[in-house]
């Protein structure tokens, strides 16, 4: 992959430097909080090479895979580091009104992904080195009384005691306010002497402090900085310039703190416990059947984003209990499920270029990484997705009987199996090798009897139309097509749009229309109308699909100025009116109106541009522009 070509062209097409407010990636994705949302050109980021899928849910998340860190380097180096993300906070006219259009999901699985998410390398890595030490320990490979262990097994725990200060810290980068004076704020919640006077019966103001503990705690933070954000944005803009600098960090410390002390920290800590509770609750009343139904929607869940609305609840629970009952325990039946369902896949199919992905994804996923193996295999085929959530089902049925616990927030997967090992348990990490061992086989096996390459299925409709075609008439085995609107050809190269002028999306004509309509260029069926009107794909007779693009960057005019008259499904001729646009609104709002027609099937039939190299003519729809033939034809 060439990964400054890459963040070259995600950046372009999520609307540009100036639009990113904030910038993260997790394993897999890179995480974009935008100003404008309707600036992504989600069409042209799902066809940049190297981008596996990209979702809109509460932020703009381009799935990248096993890649994304280099790609997010480059970005960075192209933003002009870290600097340009920190000055792309402030607020505009534009970034309000767009962010009053989205939906209150959206802003808070937005808040809660951005809150949550930076914590995961901390906590997994002291984490796992805390399980690996348990292990040493049962092992009898070190002594658990020896001060080596205890020192390793505190280094070890830090992130987790010191929780409310990452979060603290992941908030108020968030909220776009002085990380360290909120760090500061919740800091003083910790300090040993607050502490000790807490632990004592300490008043504040003639009112009583609850004795509370806030190691380990995460919702006192979050409420603190909502409040300490608020705070140092109103000082901010009623203080006078010359005390600024330490007038709004004094006043916004002196408010917050002891509101949090009596008010807000006890609150969190209430929130905390209750969150814990209602899913304990929820686990002691239907027991295995919530671990197995939650591992079998895991797919659906991780391909929109929504798993990481239980991180709160998982990194809640560890942290008090110091166990983890139901998402995790779920979420290794279905990694592992992934993993066998695209090892089948990789055996089953004849497709070079899918069991290359297959191999790869299923590595992945084995090792707990699920998201190349769901948008690259799971969801292209219902059969895939199918045997993964039975397999998922199956195995997370096991591990809910057994009651299998986690005690480390990481991703489960073969690497990560130690954060299983208990003390107190020394069965939980043979159950969850079990379940492991269950969900890899129950999916593989279904795919291996039941399983059909999609492409050998493909491939055997295309030969039998073929030896139709070749009996009853030999002519139609080139194809002519006509072009799509009346207006002046041009070669695509000279287009100004690098996806359609490099040929990457296949070969094809362009035509400066003179009429806003689009003909269809030859008999087929409409396969998608896209939902902001500026394009159409078409599925030819013979199967060969063509993608129609009317003007550069047109998808951010929302489906203004475009009127679909076809949808989905319709049947249509040559020549039949599929869209009708207005060409002079188009220009006057300042994009290019050059229409393009891609032979988007490249794969399977060969395309001649007819006549070759010619530019500049004037064509209508009853011309021909272009021959397509299939490839393998007599």
Same mark, same amino acid.
């Given at each position: 992959?060439?990964?400054?070509l890459?963040?070259?062209?995600?950046?372009k097409?999520?609307?540009?430097?100036?639009?990113?407010?904030?910038?993260?990636?997790?394993?897999?994705?890179?995480?974009?909080?935008?100003?404008?949302?309707?600036?992504?050109d989600?069409d042209?980021?799902q066809?940049?090479?190297?981008v596996?899928?990209v979702?809109?849910?509460?932020?703009?998340?381009?799935?990248?895979?096993?890649?994304?860190?280099e790609?997010?380097?480059?970005?960075?180096e192209?933003?002009?580091?870290m600097?340009?993300?920190?000055?792309?906070?402030?607020?505009?006219?534009?970034s309000?009104?767009?962010?009053?259009?989205?939906?209150?999901?959206s802003?808070?699985?937005?808040?809660?992904?951005?809150?949550?998410?930076?914590?995961?390398?901390?906590?997994?890595?002291?984490?796992?080195l805390?399980?690996?030490?348990?292990?040493?320990?049962?092992?009898?490979?070190?002594?658990?009384?020896?001060?080596?262990?205890?020192?390793?097994?505190?280094?070890?725990?830090?992130?987790?005691?010191?929780?409310?200060?990452?979060?603290?810290?992941?908030?108020?980068?968030?909220l776009?306010?002085?990380?360290?004076?909120?760090?500061?704020?919740v800091?003083?919640?910790?300090?040993?002497?607050?502490?000790?006077m807490?632990?004592e019966?300490?008043?504040?103001?003639?009112?009583?402090?609850?004795?509370?503990?806030?190691?380990?705690?995460?919702?006192?933070?979050?409420l603190?900085?909502?409040?300490?954000?608020?705070?140092?944005?109103l000082?901010t803009?009623?203080?006078?310039?010359? =005390? %600024?600098?330490?007038?709004?960090?004094?006043? /916004?410390?002196? $408010?917050?703190?002891? *509101? +949090?002390? &009596?008010?807000?920290?006890?609150l969190?800590y209430?929130?905390?416990?209750?969150?814990s509770?209602?899913?304990?609750?929820?686990f002691?009343?239907?027991?295995?059947?919530?671990?197995?139904?939650?591992?079998?929607?895991?797919?659906?869940?991780?391909?929109?984003?929504?798993?990481?609305?239980?991180?709160?609840?998982?990194?809640?629970?560890v942290?008090?209990?110091?166990?983890?009952?139901?998402?995790?325990?779920?979420?290794?039946?279905?990694?592992?499920?992934?993993?066998?369902a695209?090892?089948?896949?990789a =055996? %089953?199919?004849?497709d070079?270029?899918?069991? /290359?992905?297959? $191999?790869?994804?299923? *590595? +992945?996923? &084995?090792?707990?990484?699920?998201?190349?193996?769901?948008?690259?295999?799971?969801?292209?085929?219902?059969?895939?997705?199918g045997?993964?959530?039975?397999?998922?089902?199956?195995?997370?049925?096991f591990?809910?009987?057994?009651?299998?616990?986690?005690?480390?927030?990481?991703?489960?997967?073969?690497?990560?199996?130690?954060m299983?090992?208990?003390?107190?348990?020394?069965q939980?990490?043979?159950n969850a090798?079990?379940?492991?061992?269950?969900?890899?086989v129950?999916?593989?096996?279904?795919?291996?009897?039941?399983?059909?390459d999609?492409?050998?299925?493909n491939?055997?409709?295309?030969?039998?139309?073929?030896?139709?075609?070749?009996?009853?008439?030999?002519?139609q085995?080139?194809?002519?097509?006509?072009?799509?609107?009346i207006?002046?050809?041009?070669?695509?190269?000279d287009?100004?749009?690098?996806?359609?002028?490099?040929?990457?999306?296949?070969?094809?004509v362009a035509?400066?229309?003179?009429?806003?309509?689009?003909y269809?260029?030859?008999?087929?069926?409409i396969?998608?109308?896209?939902?902001?009107s500026?394009?159409?794909?078409?599925?030819?007779?013979?199967?060969?699909?063509?993608?129609?693009?009317?003007?550069?960057?047109?998808?951010?005019l929302?489906?203004?100025?475009?009127?679909?008259?076809?949808?989905?499904?319709?049947?249509v001729?040559?020549?039949?009116?599929?869209?009708?646009?207005?060409?002079?609104?188009?220009?006057?709002?300042?994009?290019?109106?050059?229409?393009?027609?891609?032979?988007s099937?490249?794969?399977?039939?060969?395309?001649?541009?007819?006549p070759?190299?010619?530019?500049?003519?004037?064509?209508?729809?009853?011309?021909?522009?272009m021959?397509?033939?299939t490839?393998?034809?007599?």
């Open positions: 992959m060439d990964y400054k890459t963040a070259s062209e995600v950046l097409h999520v609307g540009g430097k100036d639009n990113i407010s904030q910038l993260e990636h997790c394993s897999t994705r890179l995480r974009f909080s935008l100003h404008d949302y309707s600036k992504v989600v042209h980021l066809r940049v090479p190297g596996i899928a979702k809109m849910i509460g932020q703009c998340q381009v799935v990248i895979g096993n890649d994304v860190v790609v997010y380097d480059e970005i960075i192209l933003l002009g580091g600097g340009h993300l920190s000055g792309a906070g402030a607020s505009t006219s534009t309000s009104s767009t962010s009053s259009k989205k939906n209150i999901g802003v808070l699985l937005d808040f809660i992904t951005s809150i949550f998410s930076p914590l995961i390398p901390a906590i997994a890595g002291g984490g796992i805390k399980s690996v030490l348990l292990l040493l320990g049962l092992m009898k490979w070190m002594d658990p009384s020896g001060q080596t262990y205890q020192l390793l097994f505190q280094i070890g725990d830090a992130p987790l005691y010191y929780i409310p200060l990452l979060v603290a810290v992941t908030t108020a980068k968030k776009k306010v002085n990380q360290l004076v909120a760090l500061s704020a800091g003083a919640l910790m300090l040993p002497k607050v502490t000790a807490i632990t019966g300490a008043m504040l103001f003639g009112f009583p402090i609850k004795n509370i503990s806030y190691a380990y705690q995460v919702f006192p933070a979050i603190t900085i909502l409040l300490y954000a608020q705070l140092e944005k000082f803009r009623i203080s006078p310039k010359a =005390i %600024r600098i330490f007038f709004v960090p004094m006043m /916004s410390l002196v $408010i917050t703190v002891p *509101i +949090s002390l &009596l008010l807000l920290g006890p969190g209430t929130l905390g416990e209750g969150f509770s209602v899913i304990v609750m929820l002691s009343k239907v027991g295995w059947v919530a671990t197995a139904l939650l591992a079998a929607v895991l797919p659906f869940m991780v391909s929109v984003g929504m798993h990481k609305a239980l991180l709160p609840y998982a990194i809640t629970s942290t008090t209990t110091g166990k983890e009952l139901l998402y995790l325990p779920a979420s290794l039946a279905h990694n592992i499920a992934e993993s066998g695209c090892f089948a896949v =055996i %089953r199919t004849r070079k270029e899918l069991r /290359s992905t297959a $191999i790869s994804a299923g *590595i +992945s996923a &084995l090792f707990g990484i699920t998201e190349p193996a769901l948008y690259g295999v799971t969801l292209q085929n219902k059969k895939v997705l045997s993964v959530m039975i397999g998922s089902l199956i195995g997370g049925a591990i809910g009987i057994v009651g299998v616990e986690v005690y480390v927030l990481v991703g489960p997967g073969l690497a990560s199996m130690s299983f090992v208990s003390e107190s348990l020394p939980n990490i043979i090798f079990i379940g492991l061992i269950i969900s890899f129950a999916p593989f096996i279904i795919l291996l009897i039941f399983g059909k999609r492409k050998d299925k491939q055997n409709q295309q030969m039998a139309t073929n030896t139709v075609q070749q009996k009853t008439q030999k002519s085995e080139v194809q002519e097509i006509k072009s799509p609107v207006g002046q050809q041009i070669l695509i190269a287009v100004n749009d690098e996806v359609f002028s490099s040929k990457a999306m296949g070969e094809g035509i400066i229309p003179s009429k806003g309509e689009l269809a260029p030859v008999d087929g069926q396969a998608v109308v896209y939902n902001r500026h394009a159409i794909a078409m599925k030819m007779e013979n199967g060969c699909e063509l993608l129609f693009h009317v003007g550069i960057d047109t998808v951010r929302q489906g203004k100025y475009f009127e679909p008259v076809v949808k989905a499904g319709d049947m001729k040559a020549g039949d009116l599929l869209l009708k646009f207005e060409i002079d609104k188009i220009i006057e709002a300042g994009y290019d109106p050059v229409t393009i027609m891609v032979v099937s490249k794969d399977d039939y060969d395309a001649q541009v007819e070759l190299h010619l530019s500049k003519r004037e064509v209508g729809n009853t011309d021909t522009v021959t397509i033939t490839k393998g034809g007599e």
